[in-house]
């Protein structure tokens, strides 16, 4: 009972919990950035490869 009681008052505890809290929350806005710009990139490079495609076929018909 006396450890439950002495884990209760320390702050040192609640700290480590507050961080951990923060660092996950950080974690989760990394991440959905990250998505949000890796589709775009995507989009990017889909975009290009089928002009490319399309530029090569165009030279290689000529």
Not at 50 to 58: C, D, I, R, S, W
């Amino acid at each position: 009972m006396k450890f439950f009681k002495k884990f209760i008052r320390n702050e040192k505890a609640a700290t480590a919990i507050e961080y951990g809290l923060i660092a996950a929350l950080i974690a989760v806005a990394g991440i959905a950035a990250f998505r949000s710009v890796g589709s775009t990139v995507s989009g990017t490079f889909t975009k290009v490869d089928t002009e490319l495609q399309a530029a090569n076929k165009v030279k290689t018909t000529n």
